[in-house]
């Protein structure tokens, strides 16, 4: 008998479970009052419950059901009219002030012996330990009631206001066969929500921290970006043009499909122009493309395409524009993964990685995040190139580019020459993958078509 599942109503977050919470199974949800619990428990309620076996929701004495309710009403996936039939709430607060938990053990157990339901939320568990005469009658209490959802096969979710370090001898976590923490973690000038699975009995999970925000929708979850298959896999053997033809030469006859290439160089080099003809050098061939700026905004993008004369947007491109002082990183990977799926693209220009890695602090994880990414576009077959601006104007005697370079299929250097009255600039193919180039440096300008690039020189 395949193993039944509780959904929800977010694939990803799902995916983190490992399909879903183990249904009939009892889980704890925890986290600090504010960080999306009752969102959480009430998407639940709402993608399982039906007429037959709905969902019962049941707040306790930390927050009056009235309150509940009218917060609920303002998120897209709660539907009045399935209140009092597919989803029905009762309120626990007065059963236990009259009878104590000896009263709320009664009501629950009426209640699901009355009619099999969907998932039973009790909101919040937490506060069911004040009410109790001491610490005995508390774990008396959540061991009955434990045995009696276990003997009805009852699916039900426990929301309490706990912290990490409280939940080791708390006797609920104890019982409870699954446990999710939702919690707001410092990240440099700004807090993020991260969610971590404690703990899942009878299934596989995925470990880690977890972004995630709350929104109108509910909870949307982005899961940890290390998780991404680095099996084996088949590429084409087409050669990818860069949008100009001598730097194809140069790195020997184009990029490999899937490919990654890394520009570098100083401000105003032409790392900008050079993944615009990239983009749309692609979608004159048919191949859709989408450039990822956080170096312009759209007005100054469009002004550039127009300039060249290109008509970005009537070739198969998209733009996506955003501020890093806006991007979380783990939305904005997942945000572009929708957006190149909808475009159907063959290629990817991200400007620059420099301001991505500003939004996300923490060394490790950004180099995590830039593996991900380029192992899945090299999978899907999607070339990608990359941007990182260097301080060295002429000389660079290191490549400050966060670590990417030993991901990268190709580096290409970008850099100013003095050629006595003015300032040039030069372009040096360092590195390809499974290619010969000419690691010999060429001076090039950028005109009206873009990048054109001209004869070697001996020095730079």
Same mark, same amino acid.
């Given at each position: 008998?395949?193993?039944?599942?509780?959904?929800?109503?977010?694939?990803?977050?799902?995916?983190?479970?490992?399909?879903?919470?183990?249904?009939?199974? %009892?889980?704890?949800?925890?986290?600090?009052?504010?960080?999306?619990?009752?969102?959480?428990?009430?998407?639940?309620?709402?993608? $399982?419950?039906?007429?037959? +076996?709905?969902?019962?929701?049941?707040?306790?004495?930390?927050?009056?059901?009235?309150?509940?309710?009218?917060?609920?009403?303002?998120?897209?996936?709660?539907?009045?009219?399935?209140? !009092? +039939?597919?989803?029905?709430? &009762?309120?626990?607060? !007065?059963? %236990?002030?009259? #009878?104590?938990?000896?009263?709320?053990?009664?009501? %629950?157990?009426?209640?699901?012996?009355?009619?099999?339901?969907?998932?039973?939320?009790?909101?919040?568990?937490?506060?069911?330990?004040?009410?109790?005469?001491?610490?005995?009658?508390? &774990?008396?209490?959540?061991?009955?009631? *434990?045995?009696?959802?276990?003997?009805?096969?009852?699916?039900?979710?426990? /929301?309490?206001?706990?912290?990490?370090?409280?939940?080791?001898?708390?006797?609920?976590?104890?019982?409870?066969?699954?446990?999710?923490?939702?919690?707001?973690?410092?990240?440099?000038?700004?807090?993020?929500?991260?969610? +971590?699975?404690?703990? /899942?009995?009878?299934?596989?999970?995925? =470990?880690?921290?977890?972004?995630?925000?709350? &929104? $109108?929708?509910?909870?949307?979850?982005?899961?940890?970006?290390?998780?991404?298959?680095?099996?084996?896999?088949?590429?084409?053997?087409?050669?990818?043009?860069?949008?100009?033809?001598?730097?194809?030469?140069?790195?020997?006859?184009?990029?490999?499909?899937? =490919?990654?290439?890394?520009?570098?160089?100083?401000?105003?080099?032409?790392?900008?122009?050079?993944?615009?003809?990239?983009?749309?050098?692609?979608?004159?061939?048919?191949?859709?493309?989408?450039?990822?700026?956080?170096?312009?905004?759209?007005?100054?993008?469009?002004?550039?395409? #127009?300039?060249?004369?290109?008509?970005?947007? @009537?070739?198969?491109?998209?733009?996506?524009?955003?501020?890093? #002082?806006?991007?979380?990183?783990?939305?904005?990977?997942?945000?572009?993964?929708?957006?190149?799926?909808?475009?159907? *693209?063959?290629? /990817?220009?991200?400007?620059?990685?420099?301001?991505?890695?500003?939004?996300?602090?923490?060394?490790?994880?950004?180099?995590?995040?830039?593996?991900?990414? /380029? $192992?899945?576009?090299?999978?899907?077959?999607? =070339?990608?190139?990359?941007?990182?601006?260097?301080?060295?104007?002429? !000389?660079?005697?290191?490549?400050?580019?966060?670590?990417?370079?030993?991901?990268? @299929? #190709?580096?290409?250097?970008?850099?100013?020459?003095?050629?006595?009255?003015?300032? !040039?600039?030069?372009?040096?193919?360092?590195?390809?993958?499974?290619?010969?180039?000419?690691?010999?440096?060429?001076?090039?300008?950028?005109?009206?078509?873009? %990048?054109?690039?001209?004869?070697?020189?001996?020095?730079?």
């Amino acid at each position: 008998m395949p193993e039944r599942r509780l959904t929800s109503g977010q694939d990803r977050f799902d995916a983190i479970l490992g399909g879903g919470l183990i249904d009939p199974s %009892i889980a704890l949800i925890a986290g600090l009052p504010g960080s999306g619990k009752t969102v959480l428990a009430q998407q639940y309620a709402f993608a $399982n419950g039906t007429d037959e +076996r709905p969902a019962i929701y049941l707040s306790t004495v930390a927050e009056p059901l009235s309150k509940i309710l009218y917060f609920g009403e303002a998120l897209s996936f709660f539907d009045p009219d399935r209140v !009092g +039939r597919s989803v029905l709430f &009762e309120d626990l607060g !007065g059963q %236990i002030d009259d #009878n104590g938990l000896v009263g709320a053990l009664r009501r %629950i157990s009426g209640l699901v012996e009355r009619q099999p339901c969907s998932v039973l939320i009790i909101d919040s568990f937490r506060a069911l330990r004040y009410r109790a005469a001491g610490e005995r009658e508390f &774990e008396g209490f959540v061991h009955q009631l *434990a045995g009696q959802l276990a003997a009805s096969g009852t699916m039900a979710l426990w /929301l309490g206001e706990y912290r990490r370090d409280e939940l080791e001898g708390c006797p609920e976590f104890a019982v409870a066969d699954a446990a999710v923490l939702l919690a707001t973690e410092d990240a440099g000038q700004r807090d993020s929500r991260a969610l +971590r699975v404690l703990k /899942l009995r009878g299934s596989d999970f995925r =470990s880690g921290a977890h972004a995630y925000r709350i &929104e $109108n929708s509910g909870i949307r979850v982005f899961p940890r970006l290390s998780d991404v298959d680095a099996g084996a896999y088949e590429l084409g053997e087409r050669r990818t043009t860069s949008g100009i033809a001598a730097l194809d030469m140069l790195v020997g006859e184009g990029y490999w499909p899937g =490919s990654a290439t890394l520009v570098i160089g100083p401000s105003g080099s032409g790392k900008t122009v050079m993944g615009l003809q990239f983009v749309y050098g692609g979608a004159k061939l048919g191949e859709p493309g989408v450039y990822a700026s956080m170096q312009e905004n759209r007005v100054q993008l469009t002004r550039m395409i #127009n300039g060249f004369g290109w008509g970005l947007d @009537d070739h198969g491109a998209v733009l996506r524009c955003d501020s890093p #002082n806006d991007i979380y990183i783990d939305q904005w990977y997942y945000d572009l993964l929708d957006t190149i799926k909808a475009a159907g *693209a063959r290629r /990817l220009v991200i400007d620059s990685l420099g301001d991505l890695a500003a939004a996300c602090p923490d060394e490790k994880r950004f180099r995590e995040f830039v593996y991900a990414l /380029l $192992n899945h576009c090299s999978r899907a077959g999607i =070339s990608v190139l990359l941007t990182f601006e260097s301080a060295e104007l002429y !000389g660079h005697t290191s490549l400050s580019e966060r670590g990417v370079s030993h991901l990268s @299929d #190709n580096v290409i250097l970008l850099q100013y020459v003095r050629n006595d009255v003015k300032v !040039g600039r030069a372009l040096t193919v360092l590195k390809t993958r499974a290619s010969q180039h000419v690691p010999q440096s060429h001076e090039f300008e950028i005109t009206h078509d873009g %990048i054109d690039i001209k004869a070697a020189l001996d020095t730079v």
